[in-house]
Every structure is written in structure tokens, then in C-alpha cells.
């Protein structure tokens, strides 16, 4: 069964950094394209990153460019997300998703394109 289970998110000043990980089970990572996501409190869900499946393509939100670097590791069946330079509006829970969804409609960074999604973990920056 197809799982994703996010970690290493906490409590950070701003500018310092945090790197998430994801961990996949029950599927071959290597299919998927993945996704980082966020969602503040009172706030919609809205895309952090992507990566593809194919040739590790990726893309970033234009406020996180510069910042997060997300990578994976299909032999380790993970994915990562590193978090540089952070910034109190950064602080929301982070989820990974994964779909077999093409590029063109992954890097859109819509949540509705994914179907697979882990139970999130926090990130907080404040002073």
C-alpha cells in the first residue's frame, strides 16, 4: 500500500534552516513525480516544490526560489525538501504527495493533480 511519511519539520528562527524529509513505501518511488506542499492555519494548501519522475526536473514557487532545494533518492525511496534562509511566513504544516500524473499538469503546483499524500509535519520560524 502506498504511503508517504514526512518528517524532520520543528521549530526554527528566521534565516535558519531545516531540511524535511519524506519517506515512500508500498510503491516504486521512482514512477511517481512528488510534491511539496503547505497549508497555514486558515490558509488553502498551495505547492512549495516539485519533482519529476523522469529526469528530476524541478520546479519551484516563486517566494521559496533561491531558498528550498528539494532532491530525492529512489534507492533510498526518498524525497527531500531543504529549507535555507527561512522566514516567519513560511510556517505552516508541510506535506509531500506523489502522482503518475504527467509533468505539464505536476508543476502546475495543484494539490488536485496529486493523489497520494503524507499526514504532514510542522515547520515553525520565529524568533
Known amino acids: 500500500q502506498l504511503q508517504l511519511v514526512e518528517s524532520g519539520g520543528g521549530l526554527v528562527q528566521p534565516g535558519g534552516s531545516l531540511r524535511l524529509s519524506c519517506a515512500a513505501s508500498?510503491?516504486?518511488?521512482?514512477?511517481?513525480?512528488i510534491g511539496w506542499f503547505r497549508q497555514a492555519p486558515g490558509k488553502e494548501r498551495e505547492g512549495v516544490s516539485c519533482?519529476?519522475?523522469?529526469?528530476?526536473?524541478?520546479y519551484y514557487r516563486d517566494s521559496v526560489k533561491g531558498r528550498f532545494t528539494i532532491s530525492r533518492d529512489n534507492a533510498k525511496k526518498m524525497v527531500y525538501l531543504q529549507m535555507n534562509s527561512l522566514k516567519p511566513e513560511d510556517t505552516a504544516v508541510y506535506y509531500c504527495?506523489?502522482?503518475?500524473?504527467?509533468?505539464?499538469?505536476?508543476?502546475?503546483?495543484?494539490?488536485?493533480?496529486?493523489?497520494?499524500w503524507g499526514q504532514g509535519t510542522q515547520v515553525t520560524v520565529s524568533s
Open positions: 504527495a506523489a502522482t503518475l500524473g504527467s509533468w505539464a499538469a505536476i508543476r502546475t503546483m495543484s494539490p488536485m493533480n496529486f493523489g497520494s
Open positions: 508500498g510503491f516504486t518511488l521512482n514512477y511517481y513525480n
Open positions: 519533482i519529476s519522475s523522469s529526469d528530476g526536473s524541478t
